[in-house]
């Protein structure tokens, strides 16, 4: 089955620098839709980033990622973090059909100031 | 307002007695999802409905049972309910054949005791 892996649990970093949240996958699938979803505190998650093509940069509200599918990877980054980034991100495949959504086990980000 | 709706938001009952739960979107989607994020916050689908057919049914125990009136509407029952199922159930939406892109509700949080 897909497996979708988040290696940090916690990450912090000071207000003003930058950041970068890994993540990996295993599918079997060839068309594939990757996302980044971001949880505020007692708020329902929400899509940060979407891509299905391969090495092309995407971006929203400063955040941004590329799918490698050559690495397995679809990690998301930052340059300069802000307190308000504080949140839960997971990361998530689609199946080709958009009937399920494989989430990994979320990264808590914290920014201090 | 167009949006994903769930009520109750809060429940709390003990163990053996049957809950449901209701999600309501008004974005005109015609797919809806059941999803699980417990207390590690681990986020895991467990049902898609797609016009009010059933196309996705995770390993998920025979207690629960979700059900749709039409596409708009996804309810979800837990007969017997066990501490197992204390978690915030959360309802999505989406437009297949679109960008698989899926619109969260706020969530209902069960507590069993």
């Known amino acids: 089955g897909d497996s979708v892996t988040q290696t940090e649990g916690l990450v912090t970093v000071t207000e003003g620098l930058p950041v970068k949240l890994n993540c990996t996958y295993q599918t079997t699938y060839l068309t594939i839709a990757f996302f980044w979803y971001v949880q505020y505190l007692n708020e329902a998650p929400q899509v940060l980033l979407r891509?299905?093509?391969?090495?092309k940069r995407t971006e929203h509200q400063g955040f941004h990622a590329t799918l490698h599918k050559s690495s397995s990877s679809f990690h998301l980054q930052k340059s300069s973090a802000q307190l308000s980034d504080s949140a839960l991100y997971y990361c998530?495949?689609?199946?080709?059909?958009?009937?399920?959504?494989?989430f990994g086990t979320g990264t808590s980000l914290l920014v201090d100031p | 307002e167009t949006a994903v709706f769930q009520t109750p938001n809060y429940h709390v009952t003990q163990v053996g007695n049957e809950v449901s739960f209701n999600c309501k979107q008004t974005?005109?989607?015609?797919?809806m999802y059941w999803y699980k994020q417990d207390s590690k916050k681990l986020l895991k689908i467990m049902f898609s409905y797609n016009n009010k057919q059933l196309i996705v049914n995770e390993t998920v125990p025979r207690r629960f049972s979700p059900q749709s009136s039409d596409k708009a509407h996804l309810n979800l029952r837990i007969k017997s309910v066990e501490p197992e199922d204390s978690a915030v159930y959360l309802c999505?939406?989406?437009?297949?054949?679109?960008?698989?892109?899926?619109?969260f509700g706020p969530g209902t949080r069960l507590t069993v005791l």
């Open positions: 999505a939406s989406s437009s297949t054949g679109g960008d698989y892109e899926q619109y």
């Open positions: 974005l005109g989607h015609d797919t």
């Open positions: 998530a495949l689609s199946d080709p059909g958009g009937y399920k959504l494989t």
């Open positions: 891509s299905s093509t391969d090495n």
